[in-house]
């Protein structure tokens, strides 16, 4: 069993709205990295916008942090919490998880979308406040296919693909403690070792995906992703560098 880390706060509340919101409450007192975990959110969302659904007896948490770098830099959290969430994944499910990382803040177990991240900030400028890191791991159930949006990767839960149960509480104990590792890395060496360590997991690497904004869509092979976290697709008019989309295989 992982020890929690020393230097990080934990509040863990019976209902919230959302821990994202509750994070951007008590920001401004708290004196150092904070992790809040919800057994029940009544207003979920997920990437632009859209509502998360919450089945309970799954893990709904919010890390918030105070980073020193600029706004691009603390962004690329998201690749840090990723990794953390993989490690948990694995720590807790053993052989049975076939676990992967997609582009850009996305854990499959295979092949089934299991855990998805959400970053939040406050600031002015370049010069952040605070930074807020939103995990959602599906535990012990997933949302119903029809509750997700239209050709995403199936949702799954861990207790699904792999019969193992797993308390929020027990879950959040592996993954503070992974996420610690992986930042004091971050704060160290840069991204540089912790995009390695993200492609080695990178979920369809070096096959063709579809990349899509409201806007526009582009179809190309997943060849990398670059030292600002972009995604590098081989496409037929050459390499093109997207900064946020929605990946799908």
């Given at each position: 069993?992982?020890?929690?880390?020393?230097?990080?706060?934990?509040?863990?509340?019976?209902?919230?709205?959302?821990?994202?919101?509750?994070?951007?409450r008590?920001?401004?007192?708290?004196?150092g990295?904070?992790?809040?975990?919800?057994?029940?959110?009544?207003?979920?969302r997920?990437?632009?916008?859209?509502?998360?659904?919450?089945?309970?007896?799954?893990?709904?948490a919010?890390?918030?942090?105070?980073?020193?770098?600029?706004?691009?830099?603390a962004?690329?959290?998201?690749f840090?919490?990723?990794?953390?969430l993989?490690?948990?994944?694995?720590?807790?499910?053993?052989?049975?998880?076939?676990?992967?990382?997609?582009?850009?803040?996305?854990?499959?177990?295979?092949?089934g979308?299991?855990?998805?991240?959400?970053?939040?900030?406050?600031?002015q400028?370049?010069?952040?406040a605070?930074?807020?890191?939103?995990?959602?791991v599906?535990?012990?159930?997933?949302?119903?296919?029809?509750?997700?949006?239209?050709?995403?990767?199936?949702?799954v839960?861990?207790?699904?693909?792999?019969?193992v149960?797993?308390?929020?509480?027990?879950?959040?104990?592996?993954?503070a403690?992974?996420?610690a590792?992986?930042?004091?890395?971050?704060?160290?060496?840069?991204?540089?070792?912790?995009?390695?360590?993200?492609?080695?997991?990178?979920?369809?690497l070096?096959?063709?995906v579809?990349?899509?904004?409201?806007?526009?869509?582009?179809?190309?092979?997943?060849?990398t992703?670059?030292?600002?976290?972009?995604?590098?697709?081989?496409?037929?008019?050459?390499?093109?560098a997207?900064?946020?989309?929605?990946?799908?295989?």
């Open positions: 069993m992982s020890e929690w880390p020393e230097g990080y706060g934990l509040r863990i509340l019976d209902e919230v709205d959302s821990t994202l919101n509750e994070a951007a008590i920001a401004h007192g708290l004196s990295p904070e992790w809040i975990l919800a057994h029940r959110q009544t207003a979920a997920g990437r632009r916008g859209r509502a998360w659904v919450d089945t309970g007896g799954n893990l709904a919010t890390l918030v942090l105070f980073p020193k770098e600029p706004a691009g830099t962004a690329l959290r998201s840090v919490a990723s990794l953390a993989h490690d948990a994944c694995k720590a807790v499910g053993g052989a049975g998880c076939d676990l992967t990382l997609k582009w850009p803040n996305d854990v499959l177990v295979n092949g979308k299991l855990a998805g991240i959400l970053l939040e900030s406050a600031g400028g370049g010069s952040l605070h930074l807020a890191i939103g995990v959602g599906n535990l012990a159930a997933a949302p119903e296919p029809e509750d997700v949006e239209a050709a995403a990767v199936r949702p839960s861990l207790f699904g693909e792999t019969g149960k797993v308390a929020p509480e027990r879950f959040l104990m592996h993954l403690a992974a996420y590792g992986h930042e004091n890395r971050f704060l160290a060496h840069g991204f540089e070792p912790i995009r390695t360590l993200w492609l080695a997991r990178a979920a369809r070096g096959e063709v579809t990349a899509r904004t409201v806007a526009s869509e582009t179809v190309g092979t997943f060849e992703v670059d030292p600002s976290g972009n995604l590098i697709l081989n496409t037929a008019k050459g390499r093109v997207i900064a946020a989309a929605d990946v799908f295989f």
